[in-house]
């Protein structure tokens, strides 16, 4: 099983976020630079984050992004959620059957994993002193 680059682009700047919880938003230069990935790229992922309701967009000269309510006290799945989307991971490919054994591992799986992912918040992985 494999996340995408974007995932992981998408967990580190919310991490990011959660560590420089200011009230000045941070520009998407200086995260794509932490991370070492284009602005152009990046600011795609973070807008998903915006559409899901994560993080807040503040345009202008001092524009960047910030971490919203939600966004705070987010979950991996959560952010996994935003830029994968919540399509399962295995479908079986007997079409036509109605019951497919396979796919019921599968499935109970992928619970399993998303309901580990759901118990994770990145803010636990910050302790006070934003911390890493």
């Known amino acids: 099983m494999k996340f995408s680059q974007a995932t992981n682009y998408a967990l580190h700047s919310m991490l990011f976020l959660i560590k420089e919880s200011t009230n000045k938003p941070i520009g998407v230069n200086e995260l794509a630079e932490k991370q070492g990935v284009s602005p152009a790229y990046l600011s795609k992922i973070l807008t998903k984050l915006v559409k899901a309701g994560l993080i807040h967009s ?17 979950s991996f799945l959560d952010i996994i959620h935003a830029i ?7 479908h079986c490919g007997l079409n036509g059957h109605s019951e497919c054994v396979i796919q019921n591992v599968m499935v109970s799986a992928e619970r399993a994993m998303e309901e580990k992912l759901k118990m994770q918040k990145l803010a636990d992985l910050v302790d006070s002193n934003g911390h890493s």
């Open 58 to 74: 503040v345009s202008g000269a001092n524009g960047g992004y910030s971490l919203s309510a939600r966004g705070k006290d987010a």
């Open 84 to 90: 994968e989307g919540t399509a399962s991971l295995f």
